[in-house]
């Protein structure tokens, strides 16, 4: 169905529709898209700051390209392809938003579709590279009355 409308009736009921207005630090998202890459590091954490201040490595650039590339070529109100990615320290930008991304925790890719509240932090907080520690379950060795359990 998504596929059949034509993109300004798509914009006019998406109108329509708009609940919630996403901001980050005052900002909307069509204002935050046309900043350059030295205004959007005054919003950000002092840490992304300084990153920023370094300038983006050519991995960094050609992630950017791949993501601006799916972005492009997908359907109005479709998903873009994923792109698979093993740089877990990349800071998510402005631009990133609505794309999908494969980050690698080390055994597997997880997929993550970037949205607006995820600006400002990094691709490696959305996919754990540990499986996170289940406490009060004893194992095998765990306790004496544990010896006596057959290990079948």
Known sequence: MASQIDRETYEKLKKERQFYKFQFRGLELEQLTELKENEIAKLVH????RRMSRGLKKKSISLMRK????KKDVA???KPKLVKTHLRDMIILPEMIGGQVGIY?????NAVEIKG???GRYLAEFSLSYKPVRHGRPGIGATHSSRFIPLK
């Open 76 to 78: 109005v109100g479709e």
């Open 46 to 49: 002092a840490r992304a700051r």
């Open 67 to 70: 993501i601006r590339e799916s």
């Open 117 to 119: 509240e995820m600006i």
């Open 105 to 109: 925790n080390g055994k597997q890719f």
